[in-house]
């Protein structure tokens, strides 16, 4: 049962375009959203959040938008960089109390090349 | 600014073999975790370790072990190693709302 989908093992993309990477999820107690960026031979690193409270959140050349309506959530990555190729995870758990606080469920994650 | 550490980076096991993975943070963290990366299953939990003195199951916890041997450590033990349980795995630590800080991976191969 997976509660965190994302359906495209992989995207391409050429430098200075836009990269869209997008997620699905079935679990309505989740409530906290969060994209992870992975480099061969290391661990995830954190690169952008945001709470059900919120439908986006920019942090420079990152964009994340959340639909709770759909359960869907979207990581834009404007423009791109071919140092932005990557294995990109999107995450989520429940914040608000219950046995699953600060757990995360993770997707399958999405291989991002960014060509030059 | 170390975060977190894992020992060893690569162990080749055989079918049967026992082994422990070792983690240790230094970010005074109260939650720790244990994953398993698989091709096409992202990223899964085996085990993970709320507070100190606590451990629970996760989402694959058959065939594993853990140790929250202090606020700083938290093992990982393989009993009798299995094919199945080739991976790769990464440790993770958090303080409660904010993300997790991963550990580089532990790439485990059983033959």
């Known amino acids: 049962d997976q509660q965190v989908k994302q359906n495209s093992p992989s995207l391409s993309v050429q430098e200075g375009r836009i990269s869209i990477l997008n997620c699905d999820y079935t679990?309505?107690?989740?409530?906290?959203f969060l994209w992870y960026k992975k480099y061969p031979a290391e661990g995830p690193t954190f690169l952008i959040s945001i709470s059900s409270i919120k439908d986006k959140n920019e942090d420079g050349r990152f964009t994340v938008f959340l639909n709770k309506s759909a359960k869907h959530l979207s990581l834009h990555i404007v423009p791109s960089q071919p140092g932005d190729s990557a294995v990109y995870f999107c995450a989520a758990k429940r914040e608000a109390g219950g046995t699953s606080y600060g757990k995360l469920t993770f997707g399958q994650g999405t291989i991002l090349t960014v060509h030059p | 600014n170390a975060g977190v550490t894992q020992t060893p980076k690569f162990q080749v096991l055989k079918t049967g073999q026992s082994m422990t993975l070792q983690c240790a943070q230094d970010m005074n963290h109260n939650s720790m975790y244990w994953y398993r990366q698989d091709p096409g299953m992202g990223l899964r939990l085996i085990y993970y370790?709320?507070?100190?003195?606590?451990?629970d199951k996760g989402e694959v916890p058959n065939g594993y072990n853990v140790s929250r041997l202090n606020k700083r450590e938290f093992s990982l033990r393989l009993e009798s190693a299995a094919p199945s349980q080739t991976s790769v795995y990464f440790c993770?630590?958090?303080?409660?709302?904010?993300?997790?800080?991963f550990g580089s991976g532990t790439r485990l191969t059983v033959v």
């Open positions: 370790s709320a507070s100190e003195g606590t451990t």
């Open positions: 993770a630590s958090s303080e409660q709302r904010y993300g997790y800080t």
């Open positions: 679990n309505s107690m989740f409530d906290y």
